[in-house]
């Protein structure tokens, strides 16, 4: 039953007519994962919270950064170096007291993504790498777990709903993951700001649909929103047998590309034997003034017309934020220098 208070707090849904007490029963007893609180992360958690999701999980490792303010609103200046998802669960506790909030400071693996899946009802991502995708979308067809997609890319973002009474999965729209070139994240090529808020609410939307049990669900389509025309598009696709995932894959970084085992180089070993190394920052020049490891800095969009600046004497660690950036830029120093040696910083140097 529905506290006095809470019937206050939800005084909005309880009248409307396709939710009423029923529906709010339905949101208070639900059981939601967002993974990532980060930019689709922020309004979905926003909105399941005000909606009155009981339980609401998240997920996340990171800290918020100040290049996060321009589209993660539930953040301010004074939260820069704190947990996002600590930050996260205390402000909406402010907004909401009558929602539990489950947090984990951890990153989404193949250790933890199955036994956590379990625990709830409906799973969110809010992720910005396929990695993540790929196994978010694993571990939800093997915990049998209706999954809420959302993507977003410089002015444009998808949305689409996977697993849901056995509609079909992400591997059915997206079977193989795209080459590392070809997938830049919003730290390489930006995003408009308000991009986030509109994916992130139709997420939250979807999700509030599938608990009422109104509406109709994005199933076996994928809707596809661009910001500067305004233009809606909807692209239909079958269920497959790339949904029939009995495991889950043993390294997701690997599986799409994003770290080869050959050329990987852990930060320890290079900071151990550095008289071996030439280091070589591909980041942008004011992320290396802000921090880095030494080396020279050559920003991977310049890299092609500065090769000949490259000392290769000894083999070379290529570094970015992350170790997608220097992934790129060693695909291009391999094409254009056959003999020389250069290692891929693991993880990147934060």
Not at 188 to 194: A, F, P, Q, R
Not at 236 to 265: P, Q
Not at 307 to 318: A, C, G, N, R, S
Request: net charge negative; with cysteine.
């Amino acid at each position: 039953m529905l506290t006095s208070e809470e019937k206050k707090q939800y005084n909005r849904h309880l009248i409307l007519d396709k939710i009423g007490e029923k529906g709010q029963l339905k949101l208070k007893k639900a059981k939601v994962l967002v993974i990532g609180a980060g930019g689709l992360g922020c309004p979905v958690l926003q909105y399941l919270t005000a909606a009155g999701v009981g339980t609401i999980g998240i997920i996340d490792d990171d800290v918020v950064d100040q290049s996060n303010l321009q589209r993660q609103i539930l953040y301010t200046i004074d939260d820069i170096g704190f947990s996002k998802a600590v930050t996260a669960s205390k402000r909406l506790s402010k907004l909401n007291p009558f929602v539990k909030f489950d947090v984990y400071q951890e990153k989404l693996t193949r250790e933890n993504a199955i036994s956590l899946f379990e625990k709830f009802d409906i799973i969110v991502d809010g992720s910005d790498n396929f990695s993540t995708r790929y196994l978010t979308n694993d571990a939800s067809i093997i915990t049998k777990k209706p999954l809420v997609y959302g993507a977003i890319f410089k002015f444009e973002g998808q949305v689409s709903v996977f697993n849901y009474k056995e509609s079909a999965s992400y591997r059915c729209l997206y079977p193989t993951p795209p080459k590392p070139n070809e997938s830049p994240n919003c730290s390489e090529i930006g995003v408009l700001g308000v991009l986030p808020g509109i994916i992130g609410s139709f997420q939250a939307n979807e999700v509030i649909k599938m608990i009422c049990e109104i509406g109709e669900v994005l199933t076996n389509k994928v809707l596809i929103y661009d910001t500067l025309t305004m233009r809606q598009l909807k692209l239909k696709f079958e269920k497959s047998e790339n949904a029939n995932i009995t495991k889950l894959e043993e390294d997701y970084d690997f599986f799409c590309g994003i770290k080869s085992i050959e050329n990987e180089i852990n930060l320890d070993e290079v900071e151990n034997n550095l008289e071996n190394y030439n280091l070589l920052d591909v980041r942008e020049e004011y992320e290396h003034e802000d921090y880095n490891i030494g080396g020279k800095n050559i920003p991977l969009s310049e890299l092609d017309d500065r090769l000949d600046e490259i000392d290769t004497q000894k083999p070379t660690v290529v570094y970015c934020a992350s170790g997608i950036r220097s992934k790129k830029a060693i695909d291009i120093l391999g094409k254009n220098d056959k003999k020389s040696t250069f290692y891929n910083l693991k993880n990147g140097c934060f």
